[in-house]
C-alpha cells in the first residue's frame, strides 16, 4: 500500500490559480502517478499522469491546457499546477497511481472555485 498525502488546495477565485502537492514513499515503485478528482454527486475522474520511467505526461480534455503535472524525485513528490481555474473545478483532488491502487486512496485536497 502506498502512502500518498495531497495538500495545497483552497478556496480561488475563478481565473486563479492553485499548485496540489502528493508526497509519496521513496520505498514504492510503480509505473505512472496521477491526479484524480471527484466533485459532488459525480464520478470520481482522472486528470493528469506522469510516467515513471520518462516522465511522458497524459491530459484529460477538461483540464488540457490549463493543468500541468510534474515531479520532484528528490522530494518524492508530484505536483499539480493549476491555472485558468473554473467553478466546475471545484472537487476534492486526489493523487493515486496509474491505475489507482484501491487501498492507497488518500483523504484529498478540497479545491473550490468561486467568486
Known amino acids: 500500500q502506498l502512502q500518498l498525502v495531497e495538500s495545497g488546495g483552497g478556496l480561488v477565485q475563478p481565473g486563479g490559480s492553485l499548485r496540489l502537492s502528493c508526497g509519496f514513499s521513496?520505498?514504492?515503485?510503480?509505473?505512472?502517478i496521477g491526479w484524480f478528482r471527484q466533485a459532488p454527486g459525480k464520478e470520481r475522474e482522472g486528470l493528469s499522469c506522469?510516467?515513471?520511467?520518462?516522465?511522458?505526461?497524459t491530459y484529460a480534455d477538461s483540464v488540457k491546457g490549463r493543468f500541468t503535472i510534474s515531479r520532484d524525485n528528490a522530494k518524492n513528490t508530484v505536483y499539480l499546477q493549476m491555472n485558468s481555474l473554473k467553478p466546475e473545478d471545484t472537487a476534492v483532488y486526489y493523487c493515486?497511481?496509474?491505475?489507482?491502487?484501491?487501498?492507497?486512496w488518500g483523504q484529498g485536497t478540497q479545491v473550490t472555485v468561486s467568486s
Open positions: 521513496a520505498s514504492n515503485y510503480f509505473h505512472a
Open positions: 506522469i510516467n515513471s520511467s520518462d516522465d511522458s505526461t
Open positions: 493515486n497511481t496509474v491505475p489507482p491502487d484501491f487501498g492507497s
